[in-house]
C-alpha cells in the first residue's frame, strides 16, 4: 500500500469514528431528553444508536462520560458560534457576557441534565473529554477581548489578560453552580449577580479613558 493510500485509509477510519460518535451522543441526548439521565442506561444509547454494546464502551465508559463529552461538544459550538458575532463596539462587560451568555442559553436547554453535567464536572478524566483544551480556547478568546479594551484604554494595563479572564470566568461559574446547584436561584437573580460581580471585578482594573468618561 503507498504512502497516500495510508493516509486516505487512515482518514476515511478517523471520519468513520467520529461519525459514529457523533450518531452516539446524538441518541444520547435524546434518550437523556425523552426518560431522563438516570432511567436512561448504557445498552438503551447502544441499541438506540445502531452499535454494539461493547463498541459503546470504546467511545465512553459511563453515560456520565457522555454527558460530559456531549456538552463540551455542544457547548463548544455554541461558544464559537458567540465569539464570531461579539459586539465589539460595546464595552468589554457586554462582549464577555456576550460569550459566556452562550453557555447560560445551552444549559436552558435543559437544566435537569445541565445539573447533572455540573455535578460531574470535577470528576472528569481530560485525557477522554477535551475539557482543558475547551477551556484554553474560551479563555484565550476572553483574553483577547481584554487586550482589546486594555489597548482602548477602557482598562489599565497591569492585569494580563489570561489572568483577568480566568477570574471573570471563575466569577461567573460560581454564580452558575448556584443557579443549578442546591441553591436554586432564578434566573433573573442568575443573570443580575453575574453582571454585577463581573462589573465589580472590572472596575478595579478600569482604564484612564474610562475615568476621564465617567467624570
Not at 446524538?26 to 454494539?52: H, N, S, Y
Not at 467511545?59 to 459550538?77: H, I, N, P, Q, T
Not at 464559537?80 to 444549559?107: C, F, K, W, Y
Request: proline residues 3%; contains cysteine.
Amino acid at each position: 500500500m503507498t504512502p497516500e493510500a495510508v493516509v486516505r485509509d487512515e482518514s476515511r477510519t478517523e471520519r468513520k469514528k467520529r461519525e459514529k460518535l457523533t450518531r452516539i451522543m446524538r441518541t444520547a441526548r435524546q434518550l437523556f431528553e425523552r426518560k431522563g439521565f438516570d432511567a436512561t442506561t448504557m445498552r438503551e444509547i447502544a441499541a438506540k444508536a445502531d452499535i454494539g454494546h461493547g463498541t459503546l464502551f470504546l467511545y465512553a465508559r459511563s453515560k456520565e462520560d457522555l454527558l460530559v463529552m456531549m456538552f463540551r461538544d455542544e457547548v463548544g459550538r455554541a461558544v464559537d458560534e458567540a465569539i464570531a458575532t461579539v459586539p465589539r463596539r460595546r464595552a468589554l462587560i457586554d462582549q464577555l457576557l456576550h460569550v459566556l451568555g452562550a453557555l447560560v442559553s445551552h444549559h436552558e436547554r435543559n437544566v435537569a441534565l445541565a445539573r447533572v453535567f455540573v455535578k460531574e464536572l470535577p470528576f472528569v478524566d481530560d485525557t477522554r473529554h477535551g475539557v482543558a483544551a475547551f477551556m484554553a480556547n474560551l479563555l484565550t478568546h476572553m483574553a483577547e477581548l481584554i487586550a482589546g479594551a486594555q489597548a482602548a484604554g477602557e482598562l489599565a494595563t497591569e492585569p494580563p489578560p489570561k489572568l483577568l479572564a480566568s477570574n471573570v470566568f471563575a466569577i461567573f461559574f460560581s454564580v452558575l453552580q448556584r443557579w443549578l446547584g442546591h441553591q436554586r436561584i432564578d434566573a433573573a437573580e442568575r443573570d443580575s449577580l453575574i453582571r454585577a460581580r463581573i462589573a465589580l471585578q472590572l472596575e478595579c482594573f478600569r482604564g484612564k479613558t474610562a475615568r476621564r468618561a465617567s467624570r
